[in-house]
Every structure is written in C-alpha cells, then in structure tokens.
C-alpha cells in the first residue's frame, strides 16, 4: 500500500510573526522556516504504518517554489522513500493546491493520503477535505488514531464533544491532529541518506488546472494589542477586583 | 441573495453557536435559510424556526446525516446549494469537517473562520495564531464560509419561521460511524460559557483539576485546558483551548498553571477579561491578563473558592 502525505513549508511555529508596515501581508523576509508541525504528524504517521509492515511505500509532495526541497529532504530523513516538488512560485489558495494534488493522486494511486489538518500560517483547515472532495475519497479529519484493517481504515477523530470513530473505504484521506503521534527526529546518518532518496521536480503549469486566485488579501494587520494590566497581591484584593472593578463576578 | 446557515447541533439541541453564525450571516445580507440535517432532529427543527431573522428552516432528517458524515452532508448541501449566494457554517468541528468539501464540490474556495463581515464579497480573519489579521475579498461568485462565533453576538430567539421537510437522501457510501466517546458534563459548554476556567501544565497531573472544579461550580463556569495538560494526558482533548483546539471569548478567563505560548493565547486572548494566576512572574500569560496573581496555585486555588 502506497501512502501519499503532502507537507507545506511554513514560519517555525516558535516564530512570532510581524506584520509588514505596508499593511500587504506578513513579513517573512529572514524568518526562520520549517515544515508545518501537523504535516510532520503526518510523515510520522506514514512512515510508523512503513515501519509496521501496513505500507510499502511513502511518498512526500510539496506545493512551492525550490525553497520547500528543504521540507521534502526533511520528510526523507525521516523515512519517506521520495519526493515530489510541485514548483510554482504563486501564493496558491487551498482550492488550487488541492486540485494540484488531485492530479498526484491519479498519477501515484496512493490508498491513503494523510495531511495536516491545517497550516500554521493561514489556519484554513481545508486543503485535506477538498482534496477529498475532488478525488470523491472518505475523510477521517482531525485524527488521533489511525487503524488500517483490510480494505477500511478506522479514524478516531477529536471532535468538540469527545472522541469519535469512523470506518472509511479506502481509499481514503486522513487529517492529523496534534495527538496522532510523537514525530521522531532525523537521525545524522538519515540525513545524509535523505540527500540521496529520489526527489523529481514538476511545473505546476504543465498540469493544466487553472489556477487563479479566488480571492483578493486587501490588508494585513497586526492584531488589537492588550495591555498588560496589574499584578495583584493577594487572593482578597483579586476578589475584591473583579467584584467591583471588573464586574465580572458577583 | 440569501444565505445558506448550517445549524450545529446534536439531533437534540441546537447549539448556541448557530445564534452567533446567523449573526454574521445577517451581516452578509439578504433572507437566511437554517438547515438542519440529522435523524430524528424534529426538536432541533423548531428551535431553529424560532431565530429571529430567518426567513425558512430546512429538514433534512434521515439516516444518512445521523452522525453528519461529511461525504453525505457535503453532498447534500452542494444539491441546495444553487438557490444561496452564501454558504455559511460554524467554524467547530462540524462545520470545519464538511465544509471545504462543499466549497470543492461547487468549486470555489472557502473562507474559513471569520471574525467580521465589511461587506457581501469582504471579511475578515485572523491568520498565524491571530498574529495577524486579514480582510480578504471573495471573487466567488458563491461565497463558502465558517463563522468563529466569538466574533458575532448571538441573536434572539424570537422568530417564527416555518419548517420545511426536505426529502433529498445523499449518501456517499463510504463511510460509516462506528462509536463516539463523549465527555459528558454538567458543566456550561466551552464555547457558550461566560466564564472560563483552564488548567496548565502547572496542575501536574489530572487529579488536580479537581481543585478547578469547586470555583467552577461557584461561577458556573466551565473548565479547560492548555495543550500542554492535554498532550501529557490530564485531561481530554475536548477542553484543549488554543489555535487548533476551542476558541474562546468568555466575560472571565482564569488561566492556572499556563505559561501563555502564542497557540494558547490565540485560543483566549479576545476574552473580556483574563485572569493569570502562575508562580512564575516572567510567564507570558501576565502580558495579556488583566489581573495576575504570582502565586502556588496549589494554595491560590482552595483559598478563591473559599473566597467567591
């Protein structure tokens, strides 16, 4: 069984982000990048269902231009067997990357897709559903536990109330969340193995989807501060604050 | 025009969310249509026909949408989809499950999680843990959109619109719910609480949630908790509050034990006010709240619930 995971290159998630003084979007000139940390979830995933005998083969694909090589060679150190690079220097928006990775689907025939449920950067919690969608696959979104058995896989999902579990035809899509697992680090020698694995790179031009951008970014702001407020002596005097300053307790 | 609501529910009740979600649809404009898609959800049907400012509820209840599938309840929404200009869910786990695979199915993109509508076609969102925040411009002709309900207040339940019964069954067929495993609370839910309070990995294990619970119960509040106390299994992932976990605006935040990394405080910080009560005077959580106490939360603690 083959196993396709799809990673994005995104600001380090200790990073913290500044908006541009133009107001046109973030600043991400200098800054620190890394692959998005549910996207790693998801290479563990894979390469864990490897390592217990449920899949053959793990395939890393990464949407952007050459810089996101240094995510795919990440996700080889770690165990994936190759990599694809979609190469396109757009800004692309969920829709076009998952049409993208509908024709990766078609052309590699994976039975399990497994992807972050959403980047750090633009929190759209979207591109694993859609993707769903065009291929007409199930979806186990949100995963905490993942469970081939025969020809299904079993999700169980962190959803508001709880826990769930589904049965989903495979093939199928699955979505991580942070429980899932503990992703590994990259051994030195896996590294340098990594450097060697196949990665082959494709124009996301010549897969003749039309990607134009659905929307239009009018502004970038930072967010309304909060000011630090006081620092308070005892438990009395909190009580005594929020009863009669703060009102918010009777 | 007129806008598609998916209502949030549990066959039972509707939830307090969708009052938010009509909120903002309002702002979008034109009429606004609830549907309701379950299995024996009539009940949810009538409290949906009574939010003020719809104009019709629609009642798809069947088998197929018991557990609200995403293949089944994507498929069903795109078939209605053709007479609304705006498609809007709550952003919870619902909505974020089946509706980018509606957005793909009628292809056009999604906006997720808005905090204000500046116009039909304009809103706006925080992107980066709410370290930055967005207006983006749809050029859909059909506008697929999630609502994060602490950026609208809820409307009133004064409405009396009338239900309809809709006899469309989609179901996709390949997938089907095994179990669930829900915490059950008598407690406020997270998301509609006015008061919250969360324990961090300062609490060192689950047993000493226990001490939250006595000053919950006084303020009625409900209780939550940092990535780091789910992650190290204290408590369930459902009270995971932060980026990726419930967000959350009460009238009354009280973090315990919580450092206040950049994920958590994306997940609180629009709360009207915000409590920090941590040992370490440097934690970051003392730069967002608006009262903080430096102190053993194994002692602030028994000493507040004595106190409220």
């Known amino acids: 069984m083959k196993i396709l995971v799809p990673i994005k290159r995104v600001i380090d998630y200790n990073v913290k982000v500044r908006v541009k003084p133009d107001n046109s979007n973030v600043d991400l000139a200098n800054v620190k990048m890394a692959i998005n940390p549910f996207c790693e979830i998801a290479v563990e995933e894979a390469i864990r269902l490897k390592e217990a005998g449920v899949a053959s083969e793990v395939v890393a694909v990464s949407i952007g231009d050459k810089s996101c090589q240094e995510q795919l060679r990440t996700a080889l ?3 994936a067997d190759r990599a694809i690079q979609i190469d396109t220097s757009e800004n692309l928006d969920a829709l076009n990357i998952a049409k993208l990775l509908q024709k990766v689907v078609e052309e590699e025939q994976p039975k399990l897709v497994i992807l972050g449920k959403q980047s750090i950067d633009s929190d759209n919690n979207q591109t694993g559903q859609m993707l769903a969608a065009l291929t007409n696959m199930p ?3 949100f995963a905490s536990i993942v469970k081939v058995e025969g020809d299904k896989v079993n999700v169980t999902r962190e959803i508001d109330g709880g826990l769930q579990t589904l049965a989903l035809n495979l093939p199928a899509i699955v979505t991580t969340d942070l429980r899932l697992n503990e992703p590994r680090y990259a051994s030195l020698p896996n590294i340098m193995k990594a450097k060697r694995k196949p990665l082959d790179v494709k124009q996301a031009a010549d897969f003749g989807i039309d990607l134009s951008p659905r929307s239009t970014l009018l502004k970038v702001t930072p967010p ?6 006081v620092v308070v002596e005892s438990i009395d005097e909190l009580v005594e604050k929020l009863k009669n300053e703060a009102k918010v307790i009777s | ?6 209502a949030e529910h549990d066959n039972e009740n509707l939830k307090a969310e969708t009052l938010k979600t009509v909120a903002a649809a309002q702002a979008m404009g034109g009429d606004i249509t609830i549907l309701v898609a379950g299995h024996n959800c009539q009940a949810v049907a009538e409290q949906a026909g009574k939010v003020s400012g719809v104009s019709n509820v629609l009642l798809a209840d069947n088998a197929a949408y018991e557990h609200q599938l995403a293949e089944n309840v994507s498929l069903l929404v795109k078939e209605l989809a053709a007479d609304y200009e705006h498609i809007v869910a709550t952003a919870l786990t619902t909505g974020k499950n089946f509706m980018p695979r509606v957005a793909a199915l009628l292809d056009v993109a999604q906006i997720s999680d808005i905090i204000a509508v500046e116009s039909s076609d304009t809103f706006v969102r925080p992107i980066y843990a709410g370290n930055a925040i967005a207006t983006v411009q749809s050029l859909d002709s059909k506008k697929v959109i999630t609502v994060r309900t602490t950026g609208f207040d809820a409307v009133a339940t004064d409405g009396s619109a009338e239900v309809v019964s809709i ?3 989609t179901d996709a067929g390949t997938s089907s719910y095994v179990s669930e495993e829900l915490t059950v609370s008598e407690r406020p839910d997270l998301g509609a609480a006015s008061v919250v309070i969360s324990g961090g990995r300062g609490m060192q294990n689950g047993d000493n949630f226990k001490l939250l619970e006595g000053i919950a119960d006084k303020l009625g509040a ?7 106390a789910v992650d190290a299994g204290f408590v369930p992932n459902d009270m995971q509050v932060g980026q990726t976990g419930k967000i959350v605006a009460p009238d009354l935040y009280i973090a315990v034990g919580i450092s206040g990394a950049i994920q958590h405080l994306a997940g609180m910080k629009d709360s009207k006010v915000i409590v920090a009560i941590n040992k370490d005077p440097e934690a970051p959580i003392f730069q967002v709240a608006d009262y903080g106490i430096v102190a053993d939360l194994f002692e602030a603690l028994p000493e507040l619930e004595t106190k409220l």
């Open chain 2, 222 to 228: 409900a209780i939550g908790a940092s990535r780091a």
């Open chain 1, 139 to 141: 979806q186990g979104t």
């Open chain 1, 77 to 79: 150190a770690l165990g």
């Open chain 2, 1 to 6: 025009m007129s806008v598609l609501v998916y």
């Open chain 1, 224 to 229: 309304a501060t909060r000011q630090a407020g």
């Open chain 2, 167 to 169: 006899d469309t069954v």
